[in-house]
């Protein structure tokens, strides 16, 4: 099984920055696809970004150039940088891995981001 645990979460003011990271263990996979996912209160958990062993990304059009997603495949550790941050932006933060059919979620760093 792969456990993630999360961290980094908190309060920031609008336009203040954040950085979230995500640390893997068990029975990791050398290819894989690690990411971060977000849920707001009274909606529907969306994709933030995601990044594959091998460095390729994906991110939704409303991060697109604000946040940024990285990793160190050595610690298995994925890191989402979060700039010019938005009311907009608050919610439940989730890490998610998955490879070969199998998914495994965090349980969640809450970012609010609020004046």
């Known amino acids: 099984q792969v456990q993630l645990v999360e961290s980094g979460g908190g309060l920031v003011q609008p336009g203040g920055s954040l950085r979230l990271s995500c640390a893997a263990s068990?029975?990791?996979?050398?290819?894989?696809?690690m990411g971060w996912y977000r849920q707001a209160p009274g909606k529907q958990r969306e994709l933030v970004a995601t990044?594959?062993?091998?460095?390729?990304?994906n991110s939704a059009d409303s991060v697109k150039g604000r946040f940024t997603i990285s990793r160190d495949n050595a610690k298995n550790t994925v890191y989402l940088q979060m700039n010019s941050l938005k009311p907009d932006d608050t919610a439940v933060y989730y890490c998610?891995?998955?490879?070969?059919?199998?998914?495994?979620w965090g349980q969640g760093t809450q970012v609010t981001v609020s004046s």
């Open positions: 990044i594959t062993s091998g460095g390729s990304t």
């Open positions: 998610n891995y998955r490879s070969w059919g199998l998914t495994y």
């Open positions: 068990g029975s990791i996979f050398n290819i894989n696809t």
